[in-house]
């Protein structure tokens, strides 16, 4: 065996868990079907002949709950799908015949964390923060990381810290931190495989105008093929001053379907620069 | 930055998908609720003033359909659940309130592959197959591999090939083949954090006999406490004449639920023997 | 044929529809699955080869949504449900053995409509509105009419016309007017087969109170073996100045539910005192 | 009061329940999401002050499950409603915005049994017994019945006595008996309300052929705006030689859904010719 077996190199390295507990009630866009777990059979209903039992549940959700990933299905413009597929065509009974999620190829790979609420010295930006590309780059300036072209970025507003408070969290009267429609080109040309963020949706959200139109989703599905990750918990990562990381997130393969939710992880090593 | 960055020793990795696809129709135990993901919106349903417009969908499945992972909630003998805890009282509309998935840290680390098909020299094993504990150890001295506490072992059978095919797979006729109470004890002594392997159910099925009794469930969820990961797709994997591998395997935090969907990978380098 | 074939009798009778819509987001308790109607399949998705094609959906709800009647088996008092049962062994992944909604005989029969907001002479009760015995005695005296041992009694409190604004209907804030303990009581000394409402609990809610206990039901259900039907509407029938009729109410037999929506029928001929 | 008040009039009747009851795993078609309803909270989990307790639970189920009646959205044909509406601009994330089953209004009125299998002196007609309008004009006479347009005819085809027998009753391999083409056109001709029968769709089927097409439901639905009831039990009422009684058929109100779940009720007073 070599020195560089992975699971040599990742020995000692931090896992940070980038995902919400799902549970009942908790924080979600109205527009998806909410999440409910109970279980069916219980220990005791039925036990077998050797004193044994089991118990299980029935999970229903959307594909859009919790944290999850958007396939470049989920968005149309003008009736047409990223690479320029007919949204109607593509998609029945079955979802959708083209990009559905199971397209998504799980991502082993470098991610850099833009932690806008660190550049402005905040746990949390304010609702309604508008985030431009001039922050994004700052953040990029800051910690001396770089984007490179097919890799990740997540975008940190300290969001994730108002979950245990739904309707701070979903932000329906004093809106939401998220990227403009400028910040989301700046993304779009940089040329990543997938962008991520804490909020329920990846867009700057204005005080009492809702989701009314989704610029930034437009841009990175649509017309750049990026695929975006909504409803991460990021805080633990940034509050560890982690700026640069191995990402690893692979959505259930729900075929045809427009988004999973997603358990993703940041692996952290001693050596990395956090 | 320095030559260990994860990211680095893992470029050049293949990446292996671990997990069966999830579609309607797929094999899954009758003891579970059947998985169905249907569209609820569809592309023109709604169309914002800007031309966009989203699609989405409801997941209605049970926490052990597709590839998953076994909560040491899922199974008690006498009662009670592993350390003891009384499955009656940890049981409740919410789920359990104790050994839920939730509980379960996600896997980053090493795993070996104890191929018992390649040992036989055959692709698949017959159905109804019981693998023995003199088995697995040949599989490890075959390979020169070694299986160590906290690590995960995944027994290959073949199996995941007859997926298209529902009735061999679920094997109700002839049964399937899989681990029996010896084999589950020397696996139940080796200190594992975990298992896996390609069929419905991590135990040997005499044929016609169904899953009267669940004995390595018993002696590994319940006294052991080690999880089960069930469904995987391990063909590509033997194939390849991998052994040892990087696994990263993170269900989804559903709160309380005895089980969870989960999309495993194993990650092999260059470097590896393979 | 003679002269009184039931549909001579019923030709020229007016049939009023005692059940609301059941749509997505419609006023429900929060106690209860929210719900859900979606298309699965959609005209075009799969056309027979004939240039015909069939359309479905499917519905996730909870038994007591909507225009719904209440099982036996949905309360108990002490572990008990009615009759004494052990409500822990009756319970399983199936359902209820025993009291499930499958065992109540659809209602064929005359009801009385106890039209507590005419006494008040105002098209609704206010919210918090306690019914007294003395209320309900009152609309007897006033109508002339009688409550007769195994027959149905409903009672007016105009609340269905709250049904389009889901905040003041759920009554949240300023409570719901329906009877108390005693009025309860009054109603389970008549012997009667099952009661209606027009609101979510056939209880009285004060205001900010929510339904911290439930005297009626236990009263009702548990000692009395009285169905409720709850979530009426009884707006219609009450305008008409209706206040004997003759009511179907056969519930969909959900073997084991403790409650099921219901599409309940008052069926008023012209020769009826209205 | 008056001799005719419809609850003395009925006062004596026998009501026959005309619907099969509903649990998992009862038949129904491969075409529908299955059935299935869980105790999500049980007696115990939750115990208010005074020592009550409530239970209660989710339904899963498609619209044409159990016995249950067709809406008139359910079928298309050349992509036409019935009355031409396009089924395309007609369905959404809603359902239908037209003939969707809540448009239906509950019947309360005579129906008719032609019962074909007490024609041919058999308790259950054999698979793939193709009813012919010649043996439906038989069963009339030979009751000396009559259709009437804008009521309800009900074939007897004995079908149901198979209901727990999964295999037999979905008849995936001998087929099922049903009307044919020719005896759908001799219903569209009587200018009736609805139609019903035992199985699970209201057609012939030939043995190992399935549902390729469905030439009843076209014209029945698609063309002559019929309703359609599948999966009635009515081996009671044929047994008690019922010919003509007063049917009570109030699905619930699923806004634009395709079809409902129902419990039809045939009343039969000790005056009925039977």
Redesign the interface.
């Known amino acids: 065996?070599?020195p560089?077996?992975?699971?040599d190199?990742?020995?000692g390295?931090r896992?940070f868990?980038l995902?919400?507990?799902?549970?009942?009630g908790m924080p979600q866009s109205p527009?998806?079907?909410?999440y409910?777990?109970?279980?069916?059979?219980?220990?005791?209903?039925?036990i077998?002949?050797?004193?044994?039992?089991?118990?299980?549940?029935?999970?229903?959700?959307?594909?859009?709950v919790?944290t999850h990933i958007d396939a470049l299905?989920?968005?149309?413009?003008?009736?047409r799908?990223h690479d320029g597929t007919d949204?109607?065509t593509a998609?029945?009974?079955?979802?959708?015949s083209r990009l559905g999620i199971?397209e998504f190829?799980?991502y082993?790979?470098?991610a850099v964390l833009l932690d806008v609420a660190r550049l402005h010295g905040v746990p949390v930006l304010p609702p309604a923060h508008e985030i431009t590309a001039a922050e994004l780059e700052a953040t990029l300036e800051e910690t001396r990381t770089d984007l490179r072209r097919g890799e990740a970025a997540l975008i940190g507003t300290g969001w994730s810290r108002h979950w245990e408070d739904p309707p701070t969290f979903t932000g329906d009267r004093h809106g939401v931190p998220g990227p403009g429609a400028e910040a989301g080109e700046w993304l779009a040309a940089r040329g990543l495989r997938l962008v991520g963020g804490e909020t329920l949706a990846f867009e700057h959200i204005p005080a009492g105008r809702g989701h009314?139109?989704?610029?930034v989703?437009?841009r990175l599905l649509?017309e750049a093929g990026v695929h975006i990750v909504e409803t991460m918990r990021l805080a633990a990562l940034a509050e560890a001053g982690v700026t640069?990381f191995?990402l690893?997130l692979?959505?259930?393969?729900?075929?045809?379907?427009?988004?999973s939710?997603?358990?993703?992880?940041a692996?952290v090593?001693p050596?990395?620069?956090a």
């Open positions: 065996m070599t560089h077996q992975p699971w190199v990742l020995s390295a896992v868990d995902a919400q507990p799902m549970r009942r527009n998806h079907p909410p409910r777990m109970l279980l069916e059979r219980r220990h005791g209903d039925l077998r002949s050797d004193g044994g039992s089991a118990a299980n549940e029935v999970v229903i959700t959307g594909g859009h919790g299905a989920h968005v149309s413009q003008d009736g799908l949204a109607a998609q029945s009974a079955a979802g959708f199971e190829t799980p082993v790979g470098r009314a139109v989704l610029p989703h437009r649509v640069e191995l690893v692979a959505p259930l393969p729900l075929v045809g379907a427009t988004g939710p997603v358990r993703p992880l692996v090593t050596d990395d620069p």
